[in-house]
């Protein structure tokens, strides 16, 4: 069933591809000319600007890592969480090969430096080592270790392998790791049950241009970001623990969202973006 409006969504189209355009070239040579406060910054203001653009309202619950570099570990329910998360976390997303097709998105994902992930079991190693590489250096990571996107109802199991890069050491410490849960779980102020949520979650065999068509033209969407504590593999033990602990967290956080809860009962919450 068709909702929303296509004026409002003509609009939005059209004031994301003027804003892109003229704050991509300028980012790009922020980069060539290695000024980096620019370039660790200036992707934060623009997901935040499409944010605005696009309607969505983000709520945090939690602190995110103020530990560089931190490897965040996500569950995964659209191509909105982009623009959630990279409006939040300054850094770089772990992506699907897929991603390197699609034209536009492409250029944008490898203008943020996105590591794409080979799925193929030959490829993973040269993925995992361009993670520990690009960690090594003092970058965060944003992971999504379900490998796909999910129906944004519940998680997925984490892949353990994907958390292999968190064995790595800097000045003999392990990496910073830290549990990040999203759900969209209002439109225009009235709670998502199971059969709208489809409107956000991009998942399965579902078309990618009518459903992000259908999406723009929605009205005021409300994500909730939960941080949890930050972690490391000396703490869990080893990766296959890590990736367990994560997932429990995480999936624990998209139920309570799901059922109008916040992590720890403060149902009533509203917690304010954290810009730190």
């Excluded at 993670?131 to 519940?154: A, I, K, Q, V, W």
Aim: net charge positive; glycine share 8%; charged share 20%.
């Amino acid at each position: 069933m068709w909702i929303g409006s296509p004026l409002r969504g003509g609009f939005r189209l059209v004031s994301y591809l003027l804003l892109t355009l003229v704050l991509l070239p300028l980012y790009l040579l922020s980069r060539a000319l290695g000024v980096q406060p620019v370039v660790r910054w200036m992707p934060v203001v623009y997901h935040r600007v499409v944010c605005v653009i696009l309607g969505i309202r983000v709520r945090v619950h939690g602190q995110r890592s103020d530990l560089i570099p931190t490897l965040y570990v996500c569950n995964h329910v659209s191509y909105l969480d982009i623009e959630v998360l990279g409006g939040l976390i300054p850094g770089s997303f772990v992506a699907k090969a897929e991603v390197a097709t699609w034209p536009f998105f492409r250029t944008l994902a490898k203008a943020q430096r996105t590591i794409f992930i080979e799925r193929r079991s030959g490829k993973t190693s040269k993925s995992r080592d361009e993670m520990m590489e690009r960690l090594n250096t003092g970058d965060n990571l944003m992971l999504f270790p379900e490998g796909t996107s999910s129906d944004g109802t519940r998680v997925l199991p984490f892949r353990s392998a994907l958390f292999g890069v968190a064995q790595l050491r800097r000045n003999d410490k392990p990496i910073t790791v830290q549990p990040v849960a999203i759900s969209y779980t209002r439109l225009d102020g009235i709670p998502l049950g199971r059969y709208w949520r489809p409107l956000f979650a991009w998942f399965g065999d579902l078309d990618l241009v009518p459903h992000l068509w259908q999406m723009v033209c929605l009205g005021e969407t409300e994500a909730l970001v939960t941080f949890f504590p930050p972690v490391d593999i000396d703490r869990l033990g080893d990766r296959k623990k890590l990736a367990e602990y994560c997932f429990r967290q995480v999936s624990s956080a998209v139920q309570a969202a799901n059922s109008s809860r916040l992590p720890g009962g403060r149902g009533g919450e509203s917690p304010s973006r954290d810009d730190g």
